[in-house]
């Protein structure tokens, strides 16, 4: 399946970084890219990054607010190819576990599930609650891609923005969109 349209979620866990590196990809892929940032990860990506909001915004091809319950994405008749909410909140995770629609970012998932569209959901919390866990295992049994945002270290990066960079690239590969951004695993010589 060639992905296309791509709807991203933001939330406030920490790790916007992540988002706005998944965001730069996509695009960087040629990918249509619907975008929500909630307020809460607004605030988040000023006291943890240097980015400007509205400069995040501009990279994608649409932005929508998080309470617009009418923007396309929130119907299934809309063709989007996939969802990611990157980070994902433990908030937004037991919403879309239980199948509750607090806003767009959740019904998006929501609707990406019931589609059975490809639904990635990055996990930015540690320690987990048992909680926690139970709703990564309802999302995973409902047909989400649960990822912990956890850096792989075989590139050996030796900046951040390497190490975020490699990880962007595996949300990306959890979506299905090929790209070659990212360094793969080489097995020994």
Known sequence: MYISRVFLGIT?????IYGVKVLELLKKAG???HLSISKTAERVMRLET???VEEVKSLADYVWDEHDMTAPPASG??????VAIVPCSTKTLAAIANGITLNLITRAA????????RVVLVIRESPLSLVHIRNMELATMAG???MPAAPGFYTRPK???ELVTTFAGRVLDALGVK???TPRWRQAQ
């Open 110 to 117: 929501e609707v990406g599930l019931k589609e059975r569209r």
């Open 31 to 33: 990918v249509e890219v």
């Open 50 to 52: 240097d980015y400007d």
């Open 12 to 16: 406030g866990a920490s790790g916007v």
């Open 77 to 82: 008749s809309y063709p989007i190819d996939a």
């Open 179 to 181: 790209h070659s951004f």
């Open 144 to 146: 989400a891609i649960v």
């Open 159 to 161: 900046t951040l923005e």
